[in-house]
């Protein structure tokens, strides 16, 4: 009895002294890597980020090597001398050009060894290619004439597939997209050109990047027309800032109590600047592919009151006390007008926009927009598909309005142009059509 005891005490310890083994030292369970994508681009400078794991003792080493023509050079190695680092998240900025890697195919590797007995070791190989060469940019327009304040296509072909590509203007980037060019694959953007420029000013550019990071640019050539804006001075008078500065005081809570000017001026500055931030929000979703044909329609028996462009100073008791640019044009007819969709497209904008009032804003497509403000009543809905001539709503001086009419906007990515561009035929068909070649 006594030997059958002692043999099972054993049989026990031998047991127990196993399943420590085997859940500390002595485990088998391999460590992790998580490389992110399975396929690797790399140009002259690429940053990896790459995690390692190890449910349990830990991590003890972890390496990452790139090898091309047989020539293996370490890009990270760590040793984790103490156990229990159970996740280690390591980032390499991979110098290729320092390295001496040559265009063409090569290998990344991720190993990571645990602390158990066994050194268990896991090893992720990725294929990678190595890029250094930039994308070619092939322009279709030889010269673009250019308003200030206008919009301006261009077109053209790509030596490769490449996820950024558009058009800088100054410190502005309008994303072009795939477009069929001469029955070919290319690309067409849309851009704005500020009020304000002048010969080379800002620089207009085709930029390019590849998915290795390798970025082109080139130069559009470009006439810049000359144009002159008006200024003019409008009087506030009492009975406008009586009636409208309330709807405002009481849509705006840090309002109440303001004098009349005061809320004035916090309307026309600081509520001004966030309505443009909430229009070029919305402009930003565009399908790619253009949405309208044929020329944009203007308001039916309509008279312009502002035009775009027009430079306002305002006073008040002879005084000066703000500035805005009109970046629209007011038309005006009968009290409670119908309005009717410029063109074919998505509604991405209804309801109330500060000093807008109650606003429309409709999708055709390439980050071509437009603007229908100062509406009495609203009568479509967000996402609704519209037809060239569907009316959306009726006129009126909803918002900073002193009277009934429609402002009506355009814009290039949230960057508002001059409309009567776009209501003229001619002008559609030489800078927009012509070039793009639509439907070929």
């Known amino acids: 009895m006594q030997k059958k005891f002692w043999y099972m ?16 030292v002595g485990e088998r369970g391999k460590p992790s890597v998580d490389a992110g994508p399975d396929a690797f681009v790399i140009g002259r400078q690429k940053a990896l980020s790459v995690t390692f794991a190890d449910s349990g003792r830990g991590l003890r080493r972890t390496e990452i090597v790139i090898t091309q023509n047989n020539n293996a050079q370490v890009l990270s190695a760590i040793d984790y001398p103490e ?18 890697l040559n265009d063409g195919p090569a290998e990344l590797a991720f190993t990571a060894v645990d602390h158990s007995l066994w050194k268990n070791r896991t090893t992720l190989k990725r294929p990678v290619t190595i890029d250094f060469l930039p994308p070619q940019i092939f322009q279709l327009n030889t010269q673009n004439h250019i308003n200030p304040g206008g919009t301006c296509v261009v077109a053209y072909h790509l030596s490769e597939a490449v996820p950024v590509t558009g058009v800088q203007v100054g410190d502005l980037f309008y994303p072009a997209y795939p477009a069929t060019l001469s029955g070919k694959p290319g690309y067409a953007a849309y851009f704005a050109l500020p009020l304000d420029a002048s ?17 082109t640019a080139s130069g559009i050539p470009a006439l810049i027309l000359k144009r002159k804006f008006r200024s003019d001075t409008m009087n506030l008078s009492e009975s406008f800032l009586n009636q409208k500065m309330p709807e405002f005081q009481a849509l705006i809570p840090e309002l109440r109590g303001k004098t009349a000017i005061d809320t004035f001026i916090h309307v026309n500055t600081l509520l001004r600047a966030d309505n443009l931030k909430t229009i070029q929000s919305v402009c930003r979703k565009s399908e790619p592919r253009p949405l309208w044909q044929d020329t944009f ?6 008279a312009p009151m502002a035009l775009f462009g027009d430079r306002r100073t305002y006073l008040y008791e002879g005084k000066p006390i703000g500035e805005s640019l009109h970046i629209g044009i007011d038309l005006a007819s009968v009290v409670h007008a119908p309005i009717e969709a410029a063109n074919n497209g998505i509604v991405r904008f209804t309801g109330m926009l500060g000093i807008y009032g109650n606003t429309v804003i409709i999708d055709h497509g390439m980050g071509l927009s437009t603007l229908y403000a100062h509406l009495s009543g609203i009568q479509v809905k967000v996402d609704q598909e519209v037809k060239r001539g569907e009316v959306i709503g009726l006129s009126g001086m909803t918002g900073l309005a002193g009277g009934d009419h429609l402002h009506f906007g355009m814009a290039v990515h949230g960057q ?19 070039k793009l070649e639509i439907g070929s």
Do not use: Y
């Open 9 to 24: 005490i054993g049989c026990l310890v031998l047991f127990l002294a196993g399943g420590w083994l085997f859940l500390t």
């Open 83 to 100: 156990t229990g680092v159970h996740g280690k998240t390591v980032s390499v900025a991979l110098d290729a050009v320092g390295l001496k």
């Open 199 to 215: 010969p080379g000013v800002p620089q207009i550019r085709i930029l390019a990047r590849d998915q290795a990071g390798n970025e």
């Open 297 to 302: 329609l203007r308001m039916k028996n309509s």
């Open 416 to 434: 508002f142009v001059d409309p009567r561009e776009w209501w003229d035929p001619h002008w559609i068909a030489d800078n927009v059509t012509k």
